[in-house]
């Protein structure tokens, strides 16, 4: 039975319950943050915790986050996972219980603050040199996807949509522009240029993605945030999308058709190795 933290308690996940009135399972009146760790040692959790502040504070609910660095740490020893060699920590703050009412509650209510840590496994070298498979389909979200609501309905139809197509992940496209996928960001290379669609309301603001852009920059490849057109796609000598989860993910098939050679490239090869250097050196810094 894993032990999770529900509004500063620490307990079996069965004992965990909330109220039917909360804001989260009404309205999807919430946000979320997934938190990767390697060897026990947190990934950018500072960038994760910013991105956690910025989306509480355009949603409105008052929560100081910093007490949360600690309920991270704690759940992985509670939960055993510290010397997993990644694991992660997913974090979900509702506007918290009232009786059923569109608006925010007029007098201020507690916010719920739910949180599990669980160990999550690499793909192996053989799978990630096979490569991932995509599909373009419809993106059917609100005009505010940067901000990491808990409302994730078109995310999981975008995912079901790959499942059911017997591929890994799905090009969420508007407006005949490929904005990112269900649960990751989206990449092109184009004549050795990396290209993603840039920080807008159309895309979530993914840590990975700003690591592998800062990456990509610190080792002399080309990036430019720009829109990438689903006619350009042929084109792409490289795709790939990026994520906690994810990490660097080289997508070697749309739609039925071969990106490049139908391997990972050497951009994203690249890439994904200065990914995990850094990996690397984040579990050499000391913590305290
Ligand atoms: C829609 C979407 N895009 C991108 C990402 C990648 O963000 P990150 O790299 O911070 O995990 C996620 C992560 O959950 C996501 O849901």
Do not use: C
């Amino acid at each position: 039975m894993s032990t999770v933290f529900l509004n500063g308690e620490y307990l079996p996940k069965d004992e965990a319950k909330i109220s039917v009135d909360d804001r989260g399972f009404l309205f999807a009146d919430g946000v979320y943050e997934v938190t990767p760790f390697y060897a026990g040692v947190p990934f950018h959790l500072e960038r994760h915790l910013d991105r956690l502040r910025r989306g509480l504070a355009w949603m409105r609910i008052d929560f100081d986050v910093e007490s949360l660095v600690e309920v991270h740490e704690r759940l992985l020893d509670e939960n055993g996972v510290r010397d997993a060699e990644s694991s992660l920590v997913y974090l979900q703050i509702t506007r918290g219980v009232a009786p059923r009412s569109h608006p925010f509650p007029a007098e201020p209510v507690e916010p719920t603050v739910y949180a599990f840590a669980k160990a999550w496994t690499r793909p192996s070298d053989e799978t990630w040199e096979k490569g991932y498979t995509a599909i373009t389909i419809p993106d059917r979200r609100w005009t505010r996807v940067d901000v990491k609501t808990i409302a994730l309905l078109p995310n999981v139809f975008a995912y079901q949509a790959a499942v059911d197509a017997g591929v890994t992940d799905a090009i969420q496209v508007r407006d005949g522009i490929a904005l990112e996928g269900a649960h990751n960001n989206f990449f092109g290379v184009f004549d050795g240029t990396v290209v993603t669609h840039p920080k807008t309301n159309v895309i979530l603001p993914g840590v990975t993605r700003s690591v592998v852009l800062e990456l990509a920059a610190a080792n002399g490849i080309p990036v430019e945030e720009r829109p990438i057109q689903v006619e350009e796609l042929p084109h792409a000598d490289e795709l790939f999308f990026t994520g906690t989860s994810s990490e660097v993910r080289p997508t070697v098939e749309v739609d039925g058709r071969k990106v490049g050679d139908g391997k990972p490239g050497p951009v994203t090869r690249a890439l994904s190795k200065a990914f995990m250097k850094e990996v690397e050196r984040m579990k050499g810094i000391p913590r305290g």
